[in-house]
T-cell receptor, first 114, second 111 residues
Framework: DAGVTQSPTHLIKTRGQQVTLRCSPK?????VSWYQQALGQGPQFIFQ???????QRGNFPDRFSGHQYPNYSSELNVNALLLGDSALYLC?????????????FGQGTRLTVV | DAKTTQPPSMDCAEGRAANLPCNHS???????VYWYRQIHSQGPQYIIH???NNETNEMASLIITEDRKSSTLILPHATLRDTAVYYC????????????FGKGTKLSVKP
């Protein structure tokens, strides 16, 4: 089992550009969440996808959008990039149910905006 | 905002038990406590979670006080590879609620 995989691992973009990050969840997991982690801070929740719908959203502007496909993989899109969007972007997948063992995280995509 | 309070840093001698405290005084009756750790430049790794009973797995033990206002993560025999940032999280919003991370505790295991 490959666990949660994210691509690309590193990315450099110019201010104002758009970026798409990709995530394949752990086998059997149907829920995908995205987090942003700035240097020295804990991860901040962006949004969660389940059954191809955005189910929950954190305090992030509409420039951040996402998508989930029928195979449960997911994309995070960020438009009009700002320097402050530079961060490690983490994808986490999980199972439904009260007793699920938490979320499993990928290794993240390091986005640098210049 | 995070519902937990943790010390910013702790040291532990290799081979000794590491006891990481966490306060969550506003926790609700149906909210679980989760612990994750993050080794430098990697994604967070799930360690353990619990509701009100003490829990143990191959990685650690979780002790939750009877009033559920605090908990302690115990690494029984810390190794250098346990050096990481440890996050105590109260999961809000039910079984698929999101994880609200604080700044965690930086644990340094020293030889």
């Amino acid at each position: 089992d490959a666990g949660v995989t994210q691509s690309p691992t590193h990315l450099i973009k110019t201010r104002g550009q758009q970026v798409t990050l990709r995530c394949s969840p752990k086998s059997g997991h149907d829920t995908v969440s995205w987090y942003q982690q700035a240097l020295g801070q804990g991860p901040q929740f962006i949004f969660q996808y389940y059954e191809e719908e955005e189910r929950q959203r954190g305090n992030f502007p509409d420039r951040f959008s996402g998508h989930q496909y029928p195979n449960y993989s997911s994309e995070l899109n960020v438009n009009a990039l700002l320097l402050g969007d530079s961060a490690l972007y983490l994808c986490a997948s999980s199972l439904p149910g009260e007793y699920s063992d938490g979320a499993f995280f990928g290794q993240g995509t390091r986005l640098t905006v210049v | 905002d995070a519902k937990t309070t943790q010390p910013p840093s702790m040291d532990c001698a290799e081979g000794r038990a590491a006891n990481l405290p966490c306060n969550h005084s506003t926790i609700s009756g149906n909210e679980y406590v989760y612990w994750y750790r993050q080794i430098h430049s990697q994604g967070p790794q799930y360690i353990i979670h619990g509701l009100k009973n003490n829990e143990t797995n191959e990685m650690a033990s979780l002790i939750i006080t009877e009033d559920r206002k605090s908990s302690t993560l115990i690494l029984p025999h810390a190794t250098l590879r346990d050096t990481a940032v440890y996050y105590c999280i109260v999961r809000v919003g039910g079984s698929q609620g999101n994880l609200i991370f604080g700044k965690g505790t930086k644990l340094s295991v020293k030889p």
